[in-house]
């Protein structure tokens, strides 16, 4: 069994082997005494398994703080043993993860299968003894475990060889088994001082080390990223970048130099504000500070607005449908009551909110805001403001919020689906008193604003889901508009193609041109996911192409429509049943993440990335105490 020695013990012992090598005779005793008679030995079948390509990059990123720990020691301590004797280190569940021979990593471990089906033997190894493995083709393999507080396995250091094990190698073996034991304790609490210490700190922070690769990461940085740690770790900086690599750039220029973050559906722009390269016993890291630039430089989430070019007759269409939803809506403007429109993207739900705001005679402006569009941790500031030193970079006198500049007019929410949880208890207080206070002030005041409200999602499934609050839908929902869909009004398509074209062909100073027959009946007979913008995109692309007076629209027909679908149906179909399988090992496992990784014979970065696209959440599948 392995015991922890003092830390200048170990380092002066393995110190005098390095300089002298030549075992001391105390390490050959306790050699013999504590680790060689308490060895466990099995004999197993030998099975030619290797992970390879991408799986093993993804397996060695997985255990990138195990690989930093070890290889300075695992280099030094290879030199001292025979050329037929390999040491190695391998993960959990045996796959071999560094050796100072390449060819070696990436092998499986057979006799793992055997450990990981046998309680009694876990438990032997979970004390820490030498566990001896013989090979039916004549590999024999020494493993000692490394074990964290709780006495649980974290990975294995041990030796290989074509013949048994000789008696120096288990010497070297147990000597270098007390270091790493001892050097990852030591991390560990480095570690704990380390995440307590840079998750007190309000900006972003990153460690880097030498390579430029993520060793650590504060709660602050993680909730931008929306990542879990765990698929941080070892990740080179450069594949969170946007554009081409710029890590060299950033860890070597001025300390206020920019950078663009790629999140997952967007590019966040950045600034370094401080950088402070540190020693450690296990090589040098680089702290990162870093935090947003203001949101109106990188999110054009507030619309400019030209009244006079939106009103109800602006709105093209001779239905019954479109000509419903405008009488309603010229009903709703006439009273302050609160609207709330839906329908899918691109339907005009914004022309409608402009055109209610001008026939409801409001004196204010018309101010729109992508709730999308806005970080979390920015939209109580975009609506309510702020003082003057209410946080860092904040402008002096303040600033005012949209709601203050709406003041008597209206104020446009769009995709309010997308708002964060707090932000929706803010807006349903706002909408109870109509009084706002800037961040950093106390003193409310009273506005006189029309909440228009517009969102694509259905909310009543989102409340259903505890995505939105239940009475803030309710203090929206005063008066539901829903905008038809373009595939419900089709007789609307020529009008609305028409209006394009002549709006196009006036602005190019040229004749106005005619859609066809034949380019009338594509136009008719597509489905319009995008709806009316997706026409006004057709309609121009079609303009700019365009042979002499003919427009083409081939690439509309009716067949490819079929085609698409088919595909989209083939994708639902595969992505729910990768659903069902992760979701019924998740309920296998309880929730642990490594047991379903390892049986459904992927990494837990890949789970993790599977779990994230597919809305899968771990805490849904944990067993009850």
Request: net charge neutral; with cysteine.
């Amino acid at each position: 069994m392995i015991t922890l020695s003092r830390y200048n013990r170990l380092e002066t012992l393995w110190g005098e082997v390095t300089q002298n090598n030549r075992i001391p005779d105390e390490i050959k005793i306790e050699t013999e005494q504590k680790l060689l008679k308490n060895t466990v030995k099995i004999r197993a079948q030998f099975f030619d398994f290797r992970i390879k390509g991408d799986d093993l990059r993804e397996k060695l990123t997985e255990c990138y703080s195990t690989l930093n720990l070890v290889e300075p020691l695992l280099k030094d301590a290879a030199n001292r043993l025979g050329n037929d004797t390999k040491l190695i280190v391998t993960d959990p569940n045996g796959v071999v993860i560094s050796c100072y021979a390449d060819d070696i990593i990436g092998y499986c471990c057979p006799a793992a299968d055997i450990i990981n089906s046998n309680k009694n033997l876990q438990n032997c190894l979970g004390r820490g003894n030498l566990l001896e493995v013989s090979y039916d083709n004549g590999i024999h393999t020494q493993l000692i475990p490394i074990l964290n507080e709780y006495g649980e396995i974290q990975f294995y250091w041990g030796a290989t060889s074509y013949s048994p094990i000789a008696t120096e190698v288990s010497n070297i073996l147990y000597l270098t088994a007390q270091l790493v034991q001892q050097r990852y304790i030591h991390l560990t609490m480095i570690n704990e001082y380390t995440n307590s210490f840079i998750n007190a700190i309000p900006e972003h922070v990153m460690l880097l080390d030498n390579n430029g690769r993520i060793i650590n990461v504060n709660q602050q940085c993680l909730n931008m990223l929306q990542l879990d740690k765990d698929m941080l770790l070892g990740m080179p900086f450069d594949n969170l970048i946007a554009g081409s690599s710029l890590t060299q750039s950033i860890l070597t220029a001025e300390s206020h130099s920019r950078f663009k973050l790629r999140l997952w559906d967007r590019d966040v722009s950045c600034r370094v504000t401080t950088k402070k390269l540190i020693t450690t016993p296990y090589g040098n890291q680089l702290v990162l500070l870093f935090d947003r630039i203001d949101s109106k430089e990188v999110y054009p989430a507030v619309y400019p607005v030209n009244d006079d070019d939106f009103s109800f007759d602006k709105i093209i269409g001779n239905t019954a449908e479109i000509k419903k939803i405008k009488l309603l809506a010229r009903e709703a403007a006439r009273s302050p009551a609160t609207i709330l429109l839906t329908g899918e993207s691109g339907t005009g739900k914004e022309l409608f909110a402009q055109a209610i705001h001008k026939e409801s005679q409001r004196t204010g402006p018309f101010v729109a805001i992508n709730c999308g569009a806005i970080p979390s941790d920015l939209i109580q500031s975009e609506l309510f403001g702020y003082e003057e030193g209410a946080f860092t970079g904040a402008r002096k006198k303040g600033n005012p919020g949209k709601f203050e500049i709406a003041d008597g007019g209206t104020i446009l929410l769009d995709e309010i689906g997308e708002m964060s949880p707090d932000m929706q208890v803010s807006l349903l207080r706002f909408l109870q008193d109509k009084t706002v206070t800037r961040i950093g002030g106390y003193s409310p005041k009273k506005v006189d604003v029309r909440i228009i409200a517009a969102t694509n999602r259905d909310l009543k499934d989102e409340v259903r889901k505890g995505n939105f609050r239940e009475d803030l839908f309710y203090r929206l929902n005063v008066i539901s508009l829903k905008i038809p869909p373009l595939r419900e009004r089709r007789q609307d398509i020529p009008l609305l193609a028409d209006y394009f074209l002549k709006r196009l062909c006036k602005e190019n100073n040229i004749p106005v041109l005619q859609l066809d027959e034949n380019a009338k009946r594509n136009l008719l007979d597509y489905n319009w996911p995008g709806n009316v913008r997706e026409l006004e995109n057709c309609i121009e692309r079609a303009f700019i192409f365009r042979k002499g007076t003919e427009l083409n629209f081939d690439e509309l027909k009716i067949n490819t429509i079929n085609i698409k679908k088919n595909k989209e149906t083939i994708k639902a179909d595969m992505e729910q049943v990768e659903r069902e399988a992760i979701e019924n090992q998740l309920r296998l496992c309880g929730g642990n993440i490594t047991d379903t990784a390892n049986a459904m014979g992927i990494t837990r970065q890949t789970l993790y990335r599977k779990m994230k696209k597919l809305h899968i959440k771990r805490k849904d599948y944990l067993f009850e105490n």
